[in-house]
């Protein structure tokens, strides 16, 4: 089992009516585990795109993603390629 050991945390706004209202929308943190692990999470209500969440998974035998593409929202890369 591992445990967070350090975060470090910052935020801003995009505008001045956000910030005079104390809202943070955009975010970046970062935390350290126990056994070595850095996890690096970045955070934006904004999306003028559209709805937008991802995720990415990196590790010593590949990478694991999760997108937004409709017909298939997930992606593994590894040694033998991506799939």
């Known amino acids: 089992q591992d445990e967070v050991v350090s975060v470090y945390a910052v935020g801003t706004s995009s505008d001045d009516e956000l910030r005079q209202n104390n809202v943070i929308d955009n ?18 209500r904004g999306a003028n795109y559209g709805y937008d969440q991802r995720c ?27 799939h």
């Open 27 to 44: 975010a970046t943190m970062l935390m350290k585990f126990s056994r070595g692990t850095n996890v690096t999470l970045t955070l934006s």
């Open 56 to 82: 990415e998974v990196f590790g010593t035998e590949g990478m694991a993603a999760v997108n937004n593409i409709a017909e298939h929202s997930s992606e593994l890369a590894n040694e033998s390629g991506l």
